[in-house]
Every structure is written in structure tokens, then in C-alpha cells.
């Protein structure tokens, strides 16, 4: 068992505000965690420090067993798979699907004129298919709809193999059958034995994907409640997250919530 990530009495504070305060939290690499909480409890701050793209103002942050600020972050930021918005910003419109996958092989946005290894080409071709965007290969970037994009990203963020995949809201701006489709993609992944430590952050019990095995449940940059998903996802533990009373429903691993009056 390896520890991707142990967070120890982290707190992160900006203009003397503590946008986290007092986690503690450990991602061991079986595990599967979707990060609950409403705007601004401060997920994006808490996958900024588990990406090591920034620092806590108190405590310890380490990653796949590294202390941030003893460890050369580019080096730990090649282990690991993140996926967000502004991943997506960075593509240039005219990239092909093919070659946005296959470059993550060799770090690079754009293909130039590397020489590519077989194995590395018919790893892509697998992940393509894996993301079912076989179909879309040859297309470029520009013209894929949001949810096709973020399978395109997930796909070449899975190409370099990561020790752990962090997801910043895959299924938000999707539609209902894109939603849909995106989740049984990662429930298959979460579910695969082969698969790295996953984190997700998503803002809605619904977009929690089968297979998931636990939820940090934040609220103002606390821990409101952490653990495995079937014992921390409760309708007390969301009132006690989101600040009002919910009825909470589980039909075939699939979570739903709505207001109770
Ligand atoms: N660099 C910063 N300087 C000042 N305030 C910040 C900074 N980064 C984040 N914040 C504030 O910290 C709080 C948490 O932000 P964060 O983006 O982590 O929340 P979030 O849970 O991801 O929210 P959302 O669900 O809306 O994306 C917000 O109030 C935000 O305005």
C-alpha cells in the first residue's frame, strides 16, 4: 500500500482568510474519492496543493510519499493526471484528438516531429477506443463538444500511466446523455484493479460514480466529513456540508439528493 497523498494539519490562508483550515486527510492508492462541498469550501485550493501547484501556509502536504517544498514539483507533477478547465484552455483549437493522447507520452501540447515508439502509438490507439473516441481521432480539438473534450483530456491524461488521476468537475456543463456517458467511463475506470488512485471533485451527489469508494465532504475549508463513501455519504452529513436538509436516495450505486421543505 502506497499513500498518494497525506495531508497533516494543513491550513492554506490568503489576505489572513483561511481558505482551509486544519485538514487532515490520507489517499491511499486503492482508493477512489470524490470531493464534495458547495462553492467555494475550497476544493479547487485543496487539489491546487494535491497537484503541487502550490503550498500550505501551515502543515504538511506530501505526494506520492514527497514533502512539498524538499521535492523537485515538476518531477512529482510528471506522476500525476489532472484534468480541469484550464487544462482544456491550454489545447490549441486545430490539435488532432490522436495526437493530443499521443503526445502526453513525450510532455508536449502540439505534435511536431517527434518520432513516436509503436508501443506508445497503439497505447493511444487503446486509450481512444478505452474514452470511445475512436471515432473522433482524426478530428481536431476545436470541433469536439465539451463532453468529448473532457474525455479527450482524461484520455491524454491517462496516457502517461499517472500514479493518480485528479478530476476538477468532469461532468460539469455536461448534457444529460453526455453526463451519463462520462460517468459509466469513469465508474469502469474506478473499478478497474489496474487503475490509478482517483480524486474528483463535482458539486452534486448525482455526478458520483459508481465504483467510487470514498467522499471528503468540505465546507468553508473544513472537513465536514471524510471517509468510506457508503458510511459518509448521508443526508446529515450533506445538511451538515450544504446547510439545509436533504432526503438522500441510493439506487444502483447512483446517489441523488434533493431539498427537504
Ligand atoms: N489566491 C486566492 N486569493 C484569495 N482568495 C482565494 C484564493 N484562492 C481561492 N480563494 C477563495 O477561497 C475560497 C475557496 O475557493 P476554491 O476555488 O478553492 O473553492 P471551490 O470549493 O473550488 O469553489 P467552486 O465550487 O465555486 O469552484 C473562495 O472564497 C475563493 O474566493
Known sequence: MVNVLRFNDVTYLRNRRPILNGINWTVEDSQRWVILGPNGAGKTTLL??????????????????????????????????????????????????????????YSVEGRWNEHYDDIDVRQAERILAEWDLGNLADNTFGTLSDGERKRALIARAVMTDPEVLLLDEPSASLDLGARER????????AQSPSSPAMIMVTHHVEEVPPGFTHVLMLRDGQIQAAGPIADTLTAENLEATFGMPFGLTVQDGRYAAIARP
Open 182 to 189: 462520462m460517468l459509466q467511463m469513469l465508474s469502469g475506470f
Open 48 to 105: 491546487k496543493l494535491a497537484t503541487a501547484n502550490d503550498y500550505p501556509t501551515t502543515g504538511t502536504v506530501d505526494v506520492l510519499e514527497k514533502r512539498l517544498g524538499r521535492v523537485d514539483i515538476f518531477e512529482l507533477r510528471n506522476r500525476l493526471g489532472f484534468v480541469s478547465s484550464a487544462t482544456a484552455r491550454r489545447i490549441p483549437a486545430n490539435e488532432i484528438v490522436r495526437d493530443l493522447v499521443l503526445t502526453a507520452a
